[in-house]
């Protein structure tokens, strides 16, 4: 019998090719495996709510609570796909949109209503989910290029 395992953050649909780097923790800062984060002045720092300012550096890989050692991050690639859940119901009718993303509760998904501040292209719905009424269905996602920190337009 197929379980799956509810999750609510960030992790690459397929870890082959994606570049790790390590980075040092803070003790200021809680990180869970699978957090959106980014650098603010050369800390690291969780995604909040509407966070576009700064775009994506990269995703933990681990979590992080402590300043006795560096944790691993996936860094954010355009080309990479990534799983998250989305936080409403699901169609087929969603794949090719852009969407922001929602944190809640110390937890991460793609915001189905929210179309401005866009960080993600939705590439498909998951294989084993597909369309699914309410939240918590998997879609797969890809950083749009402008939401990588370092990508984002300059004013």
């Keep these: 019998e197929f379980r799956r395992v509810l999750f609510r953050s960030f992790q690459p649909y397929d870890t082959m090719g994606v570049q790790v780097v390590h980075l040092p923790s803070i003790a200021t800062a809680t990180i869970k495996k699978g957090d959106a984060i980014y650098l603010n002045s050369g800390v690291v720092t969780v995604l909040a709510d509407g966070t576009t300012a700064y775009g994506i550096f990269g995703v933990a890989a681990a979590d992080s609570t402590t300043t006795s050692f560096s944790f691993p991050v996936y860094l954010a690639d355009p ?11 699901t169609t087929a009718a969603y794949p090719g949109q852009n969407y922001g993303l929602i944190v809640t509760s110390g937890s991460m998904a793609v915001s189905i209503a929210l179309t401005t501040n866009t960080l993600v292209k939705m590439v498909d719905l998951h294989p084993v989910d597909g369309a699914k009424t309410g939240a918590g269905g998997r879609v797969l996602f890809q950083w749009k290029p402008s939401a990588i920190q370092g990508n984002e337009p300059t004013t």
């Design 79 to 89: 080309k990479t796909v990534w799983v998250g859940e989305a936080d409403a119901t």
